[in-house]
C-alpha cells in the first residue's frame, strides 16, 4: 500500500515540471497548522498546501494567493474542488491547479 502510494506521488510529480523548475512563493496564512505555497513557472501554477493539524482546518481565502481562480484541481487526486475557501483533512495534503 505504501509503494502504491509512493509510486503515485512520484508519478504526479513527474507530469507537474514547475516543482522542479519553478520558483516558489511561501504564502501566509492565519492558520498555524497549515503550510502554504504557490509554484509557478512560464504562466504554469500550482498552489500547495499543507495541513499539519490531528483536525479539519479551513484554508484563508485563497484570493490572498494573488489567484483568482474559484474551481481547482487537486493534482494528487483528480477531484476538482469550488471555492475560495477549502477544507483540509487532518494531515490532508493539497496540490491545486487554477482551473479558470
Known amino acids: 500500500k505504501i509503494y502504491a502510494k509512493l509510486q ?3 508519478q504526479t510529480r ?3 515540471p514547475l516543482l522542479g523548475a519553478g520558483s516558489t512563493r ?3 496564512t492565519e492558520q498555524p497548522h497549515l ?3 504557490l509554484r509557478e513557472q512560464a504562466g ?3 498552489l500547495c498546501i499543507v ?3 490531528e483536525s479539519r482546518q479551513l484554508t484563508a481565502p485563497l484570493q490572498t494567493t ?3 481562480a474559484s474551481l481547482w484541481r487537486d493534482e494528487l487526486t483528480g477531484q ?3 471555492g475560495q475557501q477549502l477544507w483540509l483533512e487532518p494531515y490532508q495534503v493539497l496540490w491545486l491547479t487554477p482551473e479558470y
Open 35 to 37: 503550510f502554504c505555497y
Open 51 to 53: 495541513n499539519f493539524a
Open 44 to 46: 504554469s501554477q500550482l
Open 66 to 68: 494573488g489567484l483568482t
Open 8 to 10: 503515485h506521488l512520484i
Open 80 to 82: 476538482i474542488r469550488q
Open 26 to 28: 511561501i504564502i501566509a
Open 14 to 16: 513527474a507530469r507537474l
